[in-house]
T-cell receptor, first 112, second 112 residues
Framework: EDQVTQSPEALRLQEGESSSLNCSYT??????LFWYRQDPGKGPEFLFT???AGEEKEKERLKATLTKKESFLHITAPKPEDSATYLC?????????????FGRGTSLIVHP | DGGITQSPKYLFRKEGQNVTLSCEQN?????MYWYRQDPGQGLRLIYY???????QKGDIAEGYSVSREKKESFPLTVTSAQKNPTAFYLC???????????FGSGTRLTVV
């Protein structure tokens, strides 16, 4: 059974204080790992897709990396507008169910 | 702009009443999905559809029903059999290769 565990559950940062969110996963043949941002009362917004170990993607202050067991979402010099819940999901390949498995998310609050 | 539209944004249901949540997409995506999101929990899959006139149960289908008569539309009915329907409902769609989701903005359903 595919599993996704995100840590920490909640993270409070001061503006400018860089940190990382973790997404650990077990899946039978990774087809893709996805990061989403979700603001309160809204639907998740797509951030990144990673396909293979060693891959990295960046967008503004966010950088996502992938190994064979986990992914990190690095936030450099965060601003209050980066406050949101960040969701990770994995999609299995190799003939398994293509329905992604989601983690419970990390709630990030950035204080000015 | 292409996207997914969910309506209404807020919905109130009386005991014993059926209600229908609307989901429309103009992304030309083949697959559509319904998720339920509760505080502190991850996204839980209710139903999904890969093609018109076909759909499958997800992890928590009891008390819900769907239809897929058009590629663009995937309405969800919350029936009176669903004993705890208060939640945030998210619709999503994905393209034929099924890599990655696009989410709607959600409907918050409350039982009164």
């Amino acid at each position: 059974e595919d599993q996704v565990t995100q840590s920490p559950e909640a993270l409070r940062l001061q503006e400018g204080e860089s940190s990382s969110l973790n997404c650990s996963y077990t899946v039978s043949g990774l087809r893709g790992l996805f990061w989403y941002r979700q603001d309160p009362g809204k639907g998740p917004e797509f951030l990144f897709t990673l396909y293979s170990a060693g891959e990295e993607k960046e967008k503004e202050r966010l950088k996502a990396t992938l190994t064979k067991k986990e992914s990190f979402l690095h936030i450099t010099a965060p601003k209050p507008e980066d406050s949101a819940t960040y969701l990770c999901a994995v999609q299995a390949g190799g003939g398994g169910s293509y329905i992604p498995t989601f983690g419970r998310g990390t709630s990030l609050i950035v204080h000015p | 702009d292409g996207g997914i539209t969910q309506s209404p944004k807020y919905l109130f249901r009386k005991e014993g009443q059926n209600v229908t949540l609307s989901c429309e997409q103009n992304l030309n995506h083949d697959a559509m999905y319904w998720y339920r999101q509760d505080p502190g929990q991850g996204l839980r899959l209710i139903y999904y559809s890969q093609i018109v006139n076909d759909f499958q149960k997800g992890d928590i289908a009891e008390g819900y029903s769907v239809s897929r008569e058009k590629k663009e539309s995937f309405p969800l009915t919350v029936t009176s059999a669903q004993k705890n329907p208060t939640a945030f409902y998210l619709c999503a769609s994905s393209p034929r290769d099924r890599v990655g989701y696009t989410f709607g903005s959600g409907t918050r359903l409350t039982v009164v």
